[in-house]
């Protein structure tokens, strides 16, 4: 059975109300530190937000050279898939990378 747009409209204001900007980096290249927040799902979700391994990527390396990398992570998990390729592109970096649970770290978010 389809969903009705009203359910569909109150549950991504529930996700919305939840979730709040998906993936956060920022630089501090004066420490030569980055910092990166991963809240929410681990790939996209049923409403197309989420970190994707490919946007991931590339912001990591857009941070350029960096000597630390810290990692915030908040999320219930999501997908597998999408999370090896999260996973290996920070177990790749040259930085030392530092992970934290700023909430939970559930499912592929653990890893």
Same mark, same amino acid.
């Given at each position: ?5 009203? @359910?569909? =409209? ?15 980096? /920022? ?5 030569r ?12 979700? #049923?409403?197309g &937000?989420?970190? &994707? ?7 990591? !390396?857009? +941070?350029? /050279? +960096? ?5 915030? @992570?908040?999320?219930?998990?999501? =997908? @597998?898939? /999408?999370? #090896?390729?999260?996973?290996?592109? +920070?177990?790749?970096?040259? !930085?030392?990378?530092?992970?934290y @649970?700023?909430? =939970? !770290?559930?499912?592929?978010? =653990?890893?």
């Amino acid at each position: 059975m389809p969903m009705s747009s009203a @359910v569909r =409209s109150a549950l991504q204001d529930c996700a919305d109300k939840m979730q709040g900007p998906s993936l956060r980096i /920022e630089l501090s290249a004066k420490d030569r530190v980055g910092e990166i927040d991963i809240y929410g799902t681990i790939g996209q979700d #049923w409403f197309g &937000d989420g970190v &994707d391994p490919q946007t991931f990527k590339k912001d990591v !390396a857009d +941070l350029g /050279e +960096l000597d630390r990398l810290n990692v915030h @992570v908040h999320s219930y998990g999501g =997908s @597998v898939y /999408e999370g #090896w390729a999260i996973f290996n592109t +920070l177990d790749t970096h040259k !930085a030392d990378v530092h992970v934290y @649970v700023d909430g =939970s !770290a559930m499912s592929m978010a =653990s890893v």
